[in-house]
């Protein structure tokens, strides 16, 4: 079956466009990659992990003062995640997603850093911790993760890519039975 959504579908959303600005194009792509290979070997499902990834940066405000990012006023202030969650979640019902899946990838973009919740220790399921994984894998010190730069041709070339090779998985799952017969 096709999927209803594609990761070309939510990136080229004007939505998408705007708040990925904000935390860079280029870790999001990143992060929705390392999502699909982490998703590959840890056999979780590759469609939400991807989506969870792409759309994990969109809740980040401006903290600029004086023209200049402050960063004390982020750590004290941010709920990026929180607001990211609300977000994607909206996105992706007015796009019509899954409502099963759009919340899966919510709570997963909810809990991909724990920065703004109290200390303890959350008992993640394997999509939130891979999510949260390909967000670390693209860190860079300082956040420099956030200034990568990429083409939006390139961008979107890489979306596509993904896309591709999720449609492959998901034919080869929904026919594996041939392969017994
Ligand atoms: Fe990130």
Do not use: C
Not at 46 to 57: C, E, G, S, V
Not at 158 to 164: C, F, N, T, Y
């Amino acid at each position: 079956m096709m999927r209803k959504v594609t990761l070309e579908t939510v990136f080229t959303h004007p939505i998408t466009q705007k708040y990925l600005q904000r935390s860079g194009i280029a870790h999001a792509v990143a992060v929705a990659e390392y999502a699909y290979i982490f998703a590959k070997r840890f056999d979780v499902d590759a469609n939400l992990a991807t989506k969870a990834a792409l759309l994990h940066d969109v809740g980040h405000y401006t903290w600029y003062r004086d023209g200049k990012w402050d960063f004390d006023l982020y750590k004290e202030n941010d709920i990026h995640a929180i607001k990211g969650a609300a977000r994607a979640h909206k996105l992706l019902i007015r796009i019509g997603e899954d409502r099963h899946a759009a919340k899966e990838i919510a709570v997963a973009i909810l809990l991909h850093t724990d920065s703004y919740l109290p200390s303890g220790q959350l008992e993640l399921k394997p999509l939130q911790k891979i999510v949260a994984m390909a967000d670390e894998a693209d860190e860079e010190q300082g956040g420099n993760h956030h200034y990568k730069r990429i083409s939006k041709e390139d961008a979107l070339e890489r979306i596509r890519a993904l896309d591709k090779m999720i449609a492959v998985g998901e034919f080869n799952q929904s026919n594996s039975h041939v392969a017994f017969m």
